[in-house]
C-alpha cells in the first residue's frame, strides 16, 4: 500500500501551529518560573529555553511537532527532525540528545509507515550529530511528529531573540514560501520541481548557518517556521526593543511562489500571521499584497534569521555562501525603535 501523508492533512507542517495571537494571550495565564539559572525563558519568544548547570555549561530545550508536510513518511521523519532540532542551532547550541514525538493512526496506516517516519527522523538526527535516546507515541489522527530536543551550550555564548543591535543588517540563510509551494502542490497548482526544492530546503539543517553564526559571535538570531519571516522578525525585534525593517524585494523566494500567491494559493496560516503582526507593523504603500503575504507565510524547517554588524557582514555572507547556503542575502536592516517594530518596504 502506497501511503499518501499529505492526503490526511489541511493544515501539515509548521502551518497547524496555534495562531500567535492565541498563544500569546493563553501564555498570559502561565507564571514564569523565578530561577536564577533560568537564562531564557518564553518571555523572549525564544526559539528555545535554557537552564545554566553551571559557569561553563547550559542545557538548551526545545519541542516540535507536527502532522505531516509531505506525502512520504520517511521524508516527512527528516524534516520534523530536521524543524525540532534547528531551534538549538537558532540558539547557538549544540544538539546532543532527543526524544521521539509521535501520534499515530495504528488503525488506518500500515505499521510501516510508522517505521519509516522514525526512520527519517533517526537519520537527519544522525547528521546532525543527534542521538535519539527514547519517545512516545500516542494512538491519533492525523498523524503527527517531531521531536523534544536537549542541546549544550556555554552560557555566556547564547544567541537570542533579544540581541539585534541598531545599526545591524540581518542575512537569512534559505528561500522563503514552503508554505505556499505545499499549499499549491495539494491544490495540484504547484510545479513538480517546486516542490523537490521546498523538500530539499527543508531537510538542511541549520547546523553549518550555526557555525557560521558563532565563529563571528553573533548576538541575535531566530529561525523562521510558523509565524513566518515577518512574524519571527517582529519577535526579534520587540524582543531587542528595536524596529526592523524587511526588504521584501531581496527576499528570495522559491521558484513560483509569487505566482502561487497572485493566484490565490495564499494558506490560513499567513492571515493567522498577518492578524498577530498587523497592530506592530508598518506596511510601505508600494509594497504589493503578493508580498505581504509571502512575507507572512509560515515556514517549515525555515532558514536562520542573523542580526549583523555592518562591519563584519560581507565576511559573514561569503562564509555563508561558502558552506553551501548560497541563497543567503541581506534583507533588511535594524534601527532604533520607532512608532512599528517592523517595517515592510519593497
Ligand atoms: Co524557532
Ligand atoms: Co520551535
Ligand atoms: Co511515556
Not at 501564555?27 to 536564577?36: H, R, T, V, W
Not at 496506516?109 to 527514547?134: C, F, H, N, Q, T
Not at 555572507?317 to 561558502?322: D, I, K, N, Q, T
Request: proline share 5%.
Amino acid at each position: 500500500m502506497k501511503v499518501d501523508l499529505l492526503q490526511m492533512v489541511e493544515n501539515g507542517g509548521c502551518s497547524a501551529k496555534i495562531s500567535p495571537k492565541q498563544l500569546e494571550e493563553i501564555l498570559k495565564y502561565l507564571p514564569l518560573p523565578q530561577d536564577p539559572n533560568i537564562l531564557v525563558d518564553i518571555d523572549t519568544h525564544d526559539d528555545a529555553g535554557v537552564y545554566r548547570v553551571n559557569d561553563d555549561l547550559a542545557l538548551v530545550l526545545t519541542t516540535d511537532f507536527f502532522p505531516p508536510v509531505c506525502s512520504d513518511p520517511y521524508e516527512f521523519g527528516q524534516i520534523a527532525a530536521a524543524n525540532s532540532i534547528s531551534d538549538v542551532y537558532a540558539m547557538g547550541g549544540t544538539p546532543v540528545v532527543a526524544l521521539n514525538i509521535m501520534m499515530f493512526p495504528a488503525a488506518k496506516l500500515p505499521m510501516e509507515a510508522y517505521a519509516e517516519i522514525l526512520k527519517g527522523g533517526y537519520d537527519m538526527a544522525s547528521e546532525a550529530g543527534v542521538r535519539i535516546i527514547g519517545g512516545h507515541t500516542i494512538d491519533d489522527y492525523p498523524p503527527k511528529y517531531g521531536l523534544a530536543v536537549v542541546g549544550y551550550i556555554h552560557p555566556l555564548k547564547i544567541i537570542t531573540n533579544s540581541g539585534a543591535k541598531p545599526g545591524d543588517s540581518l542575512i537569512l540563510t534559505k528561500q522563503v514560501g514552503t508554505g505556499v509551494i505545499l499549499a499549491g502542490q495539494r491544490l495540484g497548482m504547484s510545479k513538480e520541481k517546486d516542490v523537490l526544492e521546498a523538500k530539499k530546503l527543508m531537510k538542511i539543517i541549520n547546523k553549518s548557518g550555526a557555525e557560521v553564526m558563532k565563529k563571528f559571535n553573533i548576538k541575535g538570531a531566530t529561525d523562521i517556521t510558523g509565524f513566518g519571516l515577518a512574524g519571527h522578525a517582529l519577535k526579534m525585534a520587540r524582543a531587542s526593543n528595536v524596529t526592523i525593517n524587511l526588504n521584501m524585494k531581496s527576499v528570495p523566494l522559491i521558484g513560483d511562489t509569487y505566482k502561487l500567491l497572485d493566484e490565490g494559493c495564499i494558506p490560513g496560516a499567513a492571515f493567522r500571521n498577518l492578524d498577530y503582526a498587523e497592530k506592530y507593523t508598518g506596511f510601505d504603500e508600494k509594497l504589493d499584497y503578493n508580498l505581504r503575504m509571502a512575507a507572512f507565510d509560515a515556514q517549515t524547517s525555515g532558514g536562520l534569521l542573523m542580526s549583523v554588524p555592518s562591519e563584519i557582514v560581507d565576511k559573514l555572507l561569503y562564509e555563508l555562501h561558502s558552506a553551501g547556503l548560497t541563497s543567503s542575502s541581506i534583507i533588511g536592516s535594524v534601527i532604533g525603535k520607532g512608532e512599528k517594530n517592523l517595517y515592510l518596504y519593497m
